[in-house]
């Protein structure tokens, strides 16, 4: 006994191969879970943990200046001051901060939010992003209501910005009805000088 699952089990004196196939499983699990998640972990070491949108709805106070981290679709945008306001219906986040949709489309996770970003920090694409991940910091007073452009309710101003297009799984993958097309990946940038205005 005692030998490692890949290289074969020892059982009554015979050594019995494990399948090259279940070999293979076993070390692409590992790898993903070794990898890090959409979300560099610089900002995750900023950001508060457990917040939702329900949770920022009711204690806006406690959180204003802070760092979150949440979900969504863009459902509009308005721009002004070399600026873009992205207005986004929540979704919320798995453990591996992707969005997803709401259980119920009734109450506070199923509100919309406000996000601010530099003309200049914003992907080219992000319009055609069917969901995002946004880490932000909490703003309150004029900064977030900047020249009118976005009317009450909750502002981040974004740190970090990961869009997903339209297959579950980002960027680069193959999926039918491509073609035979392969979009590059497109690696999600920090927007570094968005933090506070």
Known sequence: MGSSILLGVHH???????????MAG???????????????S???????????????????????????????VIVDHKSG???????????PLDADYVPHIPITNEGP????????VWNKDLPKDYQQWARMTVVGRVLAGQAAHEKDAV????VLSALYLHGWDKRMGGYGIHEEGDRGVFRAPAAP??????SMP
Do not use: F
Request: aromatic letters at 6%; charged letters at 15%.
């Open 26 to 40: 076993i070390l692409s699990c590992g790898l993903v879970a070794c990898s890090g998640g959409p979300i560099p």
């Open 109 to 116: 996770e199923a509100g919309h939010y406000w996000v601010m």
């Open 189 to 194: 940038k920090p927007l570094q000088k968005n």
């Open 42 to 72: 610089q900002y995750l070491k900023q950001a508060e943990p457990g917040v939702t949108l329900t949770s920022l709805t009711k204690h806006r106070a406690d959180y204003q200046g802070k760092v979150v981290v949440l979900g969504g």
């Open 12 to 22: 009554a004196g015979l050594v019995r191969s494990v399948p090259l196939s279940l």
């Open 81 to 91: 001051d070399n600026r873009v306001w992205l207005h986004v219906k929540n979704r």
């Open 151 to 154: 009317g009450e309710g909750l």
